[in-house]
């Protein structure tokens, strides 16, 4: 069975860093490409970055470029996102999420993890 | 950016009904639109992708349609188990957007 399950969420000042982590399981993590996708609470859906099967190409957009970093090892079938500078705004469900057609980004998500909240609160 | 809006926000409707959903691009997406699910508490689900491919798994009362800036998800007889969120998305321009939801609740 395929299995996404992000860590590494909690409480963090303004300013502050904070790392998640999502170990996946049930499928050839390093064929399909993966992406982060938040919601803020009671809000929408808002994809935050994305990383090919390889590592090689990633993306993100403007509102994280330069303070969040995805990276992936894939001899430990895990993605992670490094967030820096963290801002209020940045409160929400952090939720990996795998690519349905694979090792290249194509946008469509047919696994998400069960989320992790991040809180930047001082 | 693309944005995405779908209407309504909100639709009440009673088990049995035919419920339509309808998202519309500020752009053109071609045929690269997917539907979510989601209910409280839970991640996304992956509904429908190139604008009216089923996911494997999907309960055939689902569908899709549309392409260019205008689309409709279609639940065709309501079931207790769909009462829930639905998102559309847009994977044809960077950075891929969602529309801000559809509420479908119970009448």
């Known amino acids: 069975e395929l299995q996404l399950l992000e860590s590494g969420g909690g409480l963090v000042q303004p300013g502050g860093s904070l790392r998640l982590s999502c170990a996946a399981s049930?499928?050839?993590?390093?064929?399909?490409?993966m992406s982060w996708v938040r919601q803020a609470p009671g809000k929408g859906l808002e994809w935050v970055s994305a990383i090919s099967g390889s590592g090689s190409t990633i993306y993100y957009p403007d509102s994280v470029q330069g303070r969040f970093t995805v990276s992936r090892d894939n001899s430990k079938n895990t993605l992670y996102l490094q967030m820096n500078s963290l801002r209020a705004e940045d409160t929400a469900v952090y939720y990996c999420?795998?690519?349905?057609?694979?090792?290249?980004?194509?946008?469509?998500?047919?696994?998400w993890g069960q989320g992790i909240l991040v809180t930047v609160s001082s | 950016d693309i944005q995405m809006t779908q209407s309504p926000s909100s639709v009440s409707a009673s088990v049995g009904d035919r419920v339509t959903i309808t998202c519309r691009a500020s752009?053109?997406?071609?045929?690269?639109l997917a539907w979510y699910q989601q209910k409280p508490g839970k991640p996304p689900k992956f509904l429908i992708y190139a604008a009216s491919s089923l996911q494997s798994g999907v309960p055939s009362r689902f569908s899709g349609s549309g392409s260019a800036t205008d689309f409709t998800l279609t639940i065709s007889s309501l079931q207790p188990e769909d009462f829930a969120t639905y998102y559309c998305q847009q994977a044809n321009s960077f950075p891929p957007t969602f529309g801000q939801g559809t509420k479908v609740e119970i009448k």
């Open positions: 752009q053109a997406v071609s045929s690269w």
């Open positions: 049930g499928f050839t993590f390093s064929s399909y490409a």
């Open positions: 999420a795998k690519d349905y057609y694979g090792s290249g980004i194509n946008y469509y998500f047919d696994y």
